[in-house]
């Protein structure tokens, strides 16, 4: 198991106005990243608490699953495995693409199933009248799919992600490859988000980069490939809760391209990212 805390209320860990990355005193000393969803955390060390000893520069982070944080403040632990779709667990649906026509081959869909995008035709979705030329194709519509997570720290360190299949069946076998799945990312340094402001006592300044060239699952596939580095600890001293003190990750996945000649069936795979010491 990996461990997720959240802070009792509103994330306040004390009433000196700081989080518990400031207060703990591994995490202080050593240096950790927590991961969270504005609601439950993980935390990556740089203490390894089952040896007693520190995770060396380039070593991989030690997810802990007891109760290491000697910070002031009510800091409950919970065991991972509850979270919603896109954290921890795969989707709880498959996710599928609206077909249309793309008369002129410009990848754009010109003409779609009505207004409700569903991709069947009911009773309120028709096609308006239209005519086929030696040009037209099928397309799809909406391939990509976009996650987010939060992200702050006490350390330099990299982020690293790798791409692995979970389930390949029908014609996908042989036709669907890592390849043809962009993935794109960034980081948001501050905003709102669903009523959560963050970023507010993050760093300022240009100290976070992606690295590598990184533009489809391909990319990623393998060892862990590292996708960003983060040059400086991400928060700003006395913060009063977690969020404010975090950046957001943004990312996005998806077919580039598909089109029937690739045939159907389902295509399952996995995106990890872990964290590095720096």
């Known amino acids: 198991c990996i461990l997720a805390v959240c802070a009792a209320g509103a994330w306040i860990a004390d009433a000196e106005a700081q989080s518990f990355l400031d207060s703990d005193f591994y995490c202080r000393t050593y240096g950790c990243v927590v991961v969270h969803d504005g609601n439950t955390f993980d935390v990556y060390d740089n203490y390894n608490f089952s040896t007693g000893g520190t995770v060396p520069v380039g070593g991989r982070m030690i997810a802990w699953a007891g109760n290491p944080f000697q910070g002031v403040g009510t800091v409950n632990p919970v065991f991972t495995g509850t979270r919603t779709e896109g954290f921890h667990t795969i989707p ?139 040059r400086n600890a991400i928060r700003q001293r006395s913060a009063p809760n977690l969020p404010d003190q975090s950046v957001r990750f943004d990312y996005a996945y998806g077919f580039q391209d598909y089109d029937l000649s690739m045939g159907a069936g389902y295509l399952r795979y996995q995106i990890e990212f872990t964290f590095y010491n720096r």
């Open 92 to 230: 709880l649906e498959d996710e599928g693409a609206v077909f249309g026509i793309d008369s002129d081959s410009n990848g754009i869909i010109d003409l779609s199933p009505g207004v409700n995008q569903r991709g069947f035709l009911d009773a309120s979705g028709v096609f308006e009248s239209f005519s086929v030329s030696g040009g037209a194709s099928l397309t799809a519509l909406e391939q990509t799919n976009e996650r987010s997570f939060f992200l702050s720290s006490r350390t330099d360190f990299y982020l690293a992600a790798q791409a692995s299949v979970l389930g390949q069946a029908s014609d996908f076998n042989s036709t669907v490859r890592f390849e043809d799945i962009g993935f794109a990312y960034g980081v948001t340094r501050s905003g709102n988000d669903d009523a959560m402001s963050f970023g507010s006592r993050a760093r300022n300044g240009n100290y976070i980069r992606p690295l590598g060239n990184v533009d489809d699952l391909s990319d990623i596939a393998g060892p862990d490939t590292y996708i960003m580095e983060f």
